[in-house]
């Protein structure tokens, strides 16, 4: 079977998998120096712990096995560091990782969890400011905090019960802002009933923070291997033996970081168990100062709305707009055509004063949920010693790097010292019918457009 054929999802159409095609991402213009020392795999190698995919999970994973637990360890990323949503994401390093409310999680799994969820998520965000620091990694970092504004009258309301719930569950003071004072602090934007103040996060060059990670893995003595596909997984005794074109890499563990590129032709313990979507990001050229001050929009503050397609946008260091957006439900390059258009059209209604201004950049890439809308980090069934680490549900960036890191414990035979709720050592449930998840996809796509605009 082809490497192309194991690395297809069968909800998309192959192109999206293909890793010859630089991506044409803004980040990737300004990605900054490429990590030495990252090789394509030739020949035959043992380690440890060999690692499918060097996006965060998987390169988190391998430096903090390297310098934390002093194992050998080989990564095993198909296209180029950062090729996939660690290279194509909009750079919010906020919480998030799960489709669930705070409540929700609270009444389904108990108060113990939900704290350690609430917790795992801050710690999450300060573990990329950490390893930043103590590697060397200039991600650029802007704004702090995230925004989410109501678009609706009654999203407003959705906000107000989620700053209620904080304080009750949590017991902690999250403000909401009216549109007078949502401009006053250099934001202003068209459907604004007023925001949420969520006091954690902050925005980031991703490309640069994965180049920095593989970095900092190297120097770690991780080996990380960029274009090298897996293409056959085998049992060879008690270990693991993975085929690449180049070679093969036997190791007594494995650790899936795949995300939205899950290679469900491997093996059928792993089909079916992820949905990748799309996200479809766009960057203007820089826009001026008198540009930034007729729109009222002065700050580098990370942006969301409330709906359930969400748009999210932040200004970059060099003062140009990032406005990205959920949907789509075809690769086809004409899809992607029409969905920029759309996309150009939305942005000039929420910002009139830059309706003229010309977009630099577009692309899109998967982000990746599970069925039951949480992550996953647990043991693949059927496979002794294979984990896998995924389904974030858009919110990667943070979430990714904790996984990373706790995935290295639990494959170290170590407990794991930051926290972690039980819930997520769960295999993700397969979709019911998992042939039919483009026909899912499109049904709900419909739903939530319909419900977004509702007032």
Known sequence: ????????????????????????????RRGGPLPVGVDPLAGDAAADVAIVGGGFTGLS?????ARDHGMSVRVLEAGAIGWGASGRNGGFCC??????GWREVWRRFGEQEARSWFAAQKAAIA?????ARRHRIDLQRTGEGELVVAH?????????REALEVAEL??????????GELAEQGVRLEE??????????????????ARGLARAAVEQGARVHERSPVVAWERDGRLHRLHTEGGTVRAARVLFATNGHTPEGLAPELAGRVLPVLSCILVTRPLTLSERAAQGWTTPALVSDTRRLLFYMRLLPDDRLLFGARGGITGRPEAFTRRVAWMRRRLAA????????AVDHAWWGFACLARDRLPHLAEIPGRPGAWAALAYHGNGVAMASWFGAAAAARLAGRGFDGPLPAFVGRPPPRFLLPSLRPVMLATAYALYGLRDRWP
């Open 61 to 65: 994973a391998a430096l903090h096995l």
């Open 170 to 179: 949590f017991g902690e003071n999250w403000e909401i802002l009216e549109p």
């Open 95 to 100: 919480l998030g990782g799960g489709g669930r």
């Open 350 to 357: 929420r910002f009139p004063a830059w309706r003229h201004v």
């Open 192 to 209: 604004n009933h007023g925001a949420l103040v969520v006091p954690y996060g902050f925005g980031l060059h991703p490309l640069r923070y």
């Open 152 to 160: 609706r009258p009654r999203r407003r309301e959705a906000l107000e």
């Open 127 to 131: 573990l990329v400011a950490d390893l």
């Open 1 to 28: 079977m082809s490497s192309s054929a194991l690395a297809a999802s069968p909800v998309y159409e192959p192109e999206l998998h293909d890793r010859s095609r630089p991506p044409a991402t803004y980040w990737h």
